[in-house]
């Protein structure tokens, strides 16, 4: 009876190998659901190409949708280091690039305007203003933490109640900026010139654009660094991976849990001022964004840094493409029609952790 049971323990090891080993392999294999997306992205291209678009305006809508993919990374990245600490959707991280954007636009408005820097828009106050919005975002998190998540993850509440918390925080801090800002859309530097840079291949970009995605890499490579690299990187990969052991092998919980708010409120600003920077100030702009920035992270894989870049350079590309064939609103759709497409393929993202 012995013998037999141990047979059984010693099989489940086994399974679990053959299982990951077929995920690794044929249709569940990351290079095979690269493929496909990449297939379904051409074929988007071509859509658009067909319906009347130039080779040239779809080329830059492609380049345009790097753009979007690096502010939806920036949002992801700490929506995906909270849901790996925290273990439950935070639908309010959303709100958190609103306040960022419109902190940074506060900021704006208070300091004196510079001249621009170099080819972009925006002069030296935008960047204080982006220091000061990832500040305050993140002490907003904290004291969210504070008085509502805490209690409930002490009182050991499922997560669906946390989930139905976050959601109530998300309308309540749309609601405070309503009522600081009002319903009205803004702009950053109303009426300020943002002329294209001429590139080959008829490509036209913005330098603005261009300074948005090089941020989005640096922060990307940054968080990937702090998280193998440094002390309280390696706590976060521990809490994450089982809270209970952390805790028991002498690592502060809490404390991880507070650098997890700081860092994605911090990304969640910047990239909520990166977006109002590109298009305009609204006050639903980060619920607009919430879907992508949750299919950028399941589809990149839950936990992983640059798999939410890499899922956010998918949906930002496939979200720019389709709007030449198709009404622009509809690119959440889009966003969440790849996401189910990878998730039947690969359910837990391209980049997995282990």
Same mark, same amino acid.
């Given at each position: 009876m012995v013998d037999s049971a141990q047979a059984v323990v010693e099989a489940v090891p086994d399974e679990s190998a053959?299982?990951?080993?077929? =995920?690794?392999? +044929?249709?569940?294999? &990351?290079?095979?659901?690269?493929?496909?997306?990449?297939?379904v992205l051409i074929a988007m291209w071509f859509a658009g190409w067909l319906s009347g678009t130039s080779a040239e305006q779809m080329l830059s809508l492609t380049v345009w949708g790097v753009m979007l993919g690096g502010i939806?990374?920036?949002?992801?990245?700490?929506?995906?280091?909270? /849901? +790996?600490?925290?273990?439950?959707?935070?639908?309010?991280?959303?709100? %958190?690039?609103?306040?960022?954007?419109?902190?940074? /636009? +506060?900021?704006?408005?208070?300091? *004196? @305007?510079?001249? &621009?820097?170099?080819? %972009?828009?925006?002069?030296w106050e935008l960047?204080?203003?982006?220091?000061?919005?990832?500040?305050?975002?993140?002490?907003?998190?904290?004291?969210? =933490?504070?008085?509502l998540y805490r209690p409930l993850r002490k009182h050991m509440s499922p997560l669906v109640l946390l989930a139905m918390a976050s959601? #109530?925080?998300?309308?309540?801090?749309? #609601?405070?900026?309503?009522?600081?800002? #009002?319903? =009205?859309?803004?702009? /950053? /530097?109303? #009426?300020?010139?943002? &002329?294209?840079? @001429?590139? *080959?291949?008829?490509?036209?970009? @913005?330098? =603005? @654009?261009?300074?948005? %995605?090089?941020?989005?890499?640096?922060m990307v490579a940054t968080i990937y660094w702090m998280l193998t690299r440094t002390r309280i990187g390696k706590a976060m990969r521990a809490s994450a991976d089982n809270p209970d052991l952390a805790q028991v092998r002498g690592i502060n919980t809490e404390q991880v849990i507070a650098w997890t708010w700081v860092i994605g409120a911090g990304m969640a600003a910047v990239g909520g001022a990166m977006y109002g920077l590109a298009s305009q100030l609204r006050p639903d702009m980060g619920f607009v964004l919430l879907l992508p920035l949750f299919a950028a992270v399941i589809m990149g894989g839950i936990g992983s840094a640059w798999g939410a870049l890499v899922g956010s350079v998918i949906i930002g590309v496939a979200m720019q493409l389709t709007s030449a064939f198709m009404n622009p609103a509809y690119g959440p759709a889009v966003a969440f029609v790849l996401m189910v497409l990878v998730l039947l393929m690969r359910p837990q993202g391209l980049f997995v952790q282990r």
């Open positions: 053959t299982v990951e080993a077929r =995920d690794e392999e +044929g249709m569940r294999s &990351p290079r095979f659901v690269g493929v496909v997306l990449l297939a939806i990374a920036l949002g992801g990245i700490g929506l995906t280091l909270c /849901y +790996g600490v925290l273990k439950f959707p935070n639908f309010a991280h959303g709100e %958190f690039l609103t306040l960022g954007a419109y902190v940074t /636009y +506060g900021v704006v408005l208070v300091l *004196p @305007q510079s001249n &621009p820097i170099w080819r %972009f828009s925006f002069g960047i204080a203003g982006l220091l000061v919005a990832a500040i305050v975002t993140a002490v907003v998190a904290i004291i969210l =933490d504070r008085f959601l #109530g925080m998300e309308f309540l801090l749309r #609601g405070v900026v309503y009522l600081i800002w #009002g319903s =009205d859309f803004h702009f /950053y /530097y109303s #009426g300020r010139s943002n &002329p294209a840079l @001429q590139l *080959p291949f008829g490509l036209r970009i @913005q330098a =603005d @654009q261009l300074f948005v %995605f090089a941020l989005a890499i640096v």
